[in-house]
């Protein structure tokens, strides 16, 4: 048995109206339906457009949000039916690391007491003496001086606080760690440095990783195993070789078709898929193959009607389409899109809005491989944006289902007192210092700490 196994996991978000009373009049379907696998002291890379339901599923697993249908079963023990105060210990064996470091980080504690946080609340050291010498092993881990205890996230650059995000996670000593887009608020020579850092802890203390983004070069690196959602459900899986090496799926194609290639000879001959149409709502999924609206191959009747099932290919392969094996023979030609060569002038290749200005991809890294972005939000359609944005608003304002999880929290959370005190006199606000630029990074472009940062779970 894999050590954590999703099977037929949907997570469906109501959408409410009404004054007086709250009528559900549909649902957003953020993940309809995901098993997957994810093998001891491996890597799962999940790739997507941005607002396929990455991070719902992320959150799922850790139950912050309600799974609707389907089971997560962590080493034997489905924790979907997990009464709420043995989840909250199973969470200590789950782990999250978030995109926003400075976000997640609250502001107004130095250090030693956001590491003791979680520590305090699963019970890790008898005294704050003993919590405080584990915190120093583990910021020594991941390349923080100890005298990092007493200072607070501002005093930080970007990558020292994504750091500081991982020593959150490492101190509960869990046995799975989700990492939400570890990297992508990060300066790309920063990214490298934060992907191997990863890597040699995984190493080191045997870890297992979900990693969670929409770049494909950064799971590239980091994956055993390679996972590509669309609209909610998984189209593609397979070993990260070999989806690199072949990719199967029509989607998957089309995202890798437009990842530049360092041998210029090749990129010389590489061909783009342009895919027609825009990213459907998840509040209205397309009938049958979620794809099919804009699938380069799709074929009349069966691809809109009938839903491909995830099915093993061979060599690895699990491809969630009625025409894989034609697709790769040649059998089936292209019914819409277009297939135009990559270096073809006016295609943008590199299409991603966020490429950092500063800092040189580092050589051994995978963004030295040139990250290739989704190019999502462009694509955006406006009813998702707006679905998304009331996601965001909902998850601030704690609507039931986030209160349900706070509540939880809230309970783990220890007593003011136990607190170390230097965290109450000292308020800090971000912006009013610079970032110590120990990395070279611009600090400039880093997210502002929001109100209420991401707690340890
Ligand atoms: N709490 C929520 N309430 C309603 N819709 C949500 C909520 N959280 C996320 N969504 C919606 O679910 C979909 C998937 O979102 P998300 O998991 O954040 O995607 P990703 O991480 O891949 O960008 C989006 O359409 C988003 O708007
Ligand atoms: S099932 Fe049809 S629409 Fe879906 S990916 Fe395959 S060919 Fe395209
Ligand atoms: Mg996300």
Known sequence: MSLLELDGVKVHFPIKKGLLFDRTVGHVYAVDGVSLKVEAGETYGLVGESGCGKTTLGRSVLRLVDITDGSVVLDGTDLAKLPGEEMRRFRRRLQMVFQDPLGSLNPRQNIESILSEGMIAHGIGKD????????????????????????????????????????????????????DEPVSALDVSVQAQVINLLEELQEELGLTYVVIAHDLAVVRHISDTIGVMYLGALVEEAPSDALYAEPKHPYTKALMSAVPVPDPEVEDKRERILLTGDLPSPANPPTGCRFHTRCPW??????????????????????????????????????????????????????????????????????????????????????????????????????????????????????????PSATEDKPAKAEDKPAKADEPEAASDEAEPSEEPEKAV
């Open 298 to 419: 799709a074929q009349a009747e069966r691809c809109s009607t009938e839903r491909p099932q995830l099915r093993d290919i061979g060599g690895g392969h699990r491809v969630a389409c009625h025409y894989a094996e034609d697709i790769a023979s040649g059998k089936l030609q292209l019914t819409k899109g277009e297939v135009v060569s990559a270096t073809r002038e006016g295609v943008d290749d590199n299409p991603s809005e966020d490429t950092p200005e500063t800092g040189a991809p580092a050589e051994d890294t995978p963004a030295a491989e040139t990250p290739a972005k989704i190019p999502a939000q462009k694509e955006k359609p406006a009813e998702a944006e707006k679905s998304a944005e009331a996601g965001e608003d909902a998850e601030a304002e704690k609507p039931a289902e986030a209160e349900k999880a706070a509540e939880a929290e809230k309970a783990a959370e220890p007593a003011e007192a136990e607190k």
């Open 128 to 179: 704050q003496e003993e919590r405080r010498e584990k915190i120093k092993a583990i910021l020594d881990k991941v390349g923080l001086p100890s005298n990092a205890l007493a200072r607070y996230p501002h005093e930080f650059s970007g990558g020292q606080r994504q750091r500081i995000g991982i020593a959150r996670a490492l101190v509960l000593e869990p046995d799975v760690i989700i990492c």
